[in-house]
């Protein structure tokens, strides 16, 4: 039975080709992406400083936030490295999640607007909408609120 050096012997260029390539793949994050330009950068691990364009953004993708941790192929473009064939690794963790109001504490505020909005939905049985300065205010309650929901 031959052993591999004998087909590197016998002179095989895809396997050589194969057995000696070892190519890694770039992990870096976006520094910066302007969706309207359809372009922005990563820093690689290493600190280097690659163009991404958004033909290089995986398929369904049309814009990154920064920090996402992004793995991708590099080109020499005109201007210095350039991104091929991105693919998200890590999206960078979301703030509004942190920043999240407490479930419980959610629930008591819920209840709360259920009773604000059932005075005005007896108001509104008889006929009569809530003064503006009142409206106003329920309306900004339940913007509030719904940004709170809506993480």
């Not at 890694?24 to 520094?31: A, N, Q, S, T, Y």
């Not at 280097?48 to 033909?55: D, G, R, Y």
């Not at 309650?141 to 709170?148: F, I, P, S």
Request: charged share 30%; net charge neutral.
């Amino acid at each position: 039975m031959p052993d591999c050096g004998s087909h590197e012997k016998a002179g095989n260029p895809a396997l050589l080709k194969t057995k000696n390539e070892v190519t890694e793949v770039p992990i870096g994050k976006v520094k910066w992406f302007d969706t309207g330009k359809g372009f922005g950068f990563l820093a690689t691990d290493e600190g280097q400083e690659v163009f991404l364009h958004a033909s290089a953004l995986p398929a369904g993708v049309s814009e990154v936030k920064p920090g996402t941790r992004m793995e991708f192929g590099v080109a020499d473009g005109r201007r210095g490295p350039q991104a091929l064939s991105a693919r998200i690794l890590e999206a960078p963790p979301s703030v509004a999640k942190a920043t999240r109001k407490d479930a419980e504490d959610m629930a008591v505020i819920t209840e709360d607007l259920i009773k604000l909005l059932d005075g005005i939905s007896n108001g509104l049985r008889r006929g009569r909408y809530p003064e503006k300065k009142h409206a106003a205010k329920v309306a900004a309650v339940l913007r509030a609120v719904a940004d709170d929901l809506d993480v």
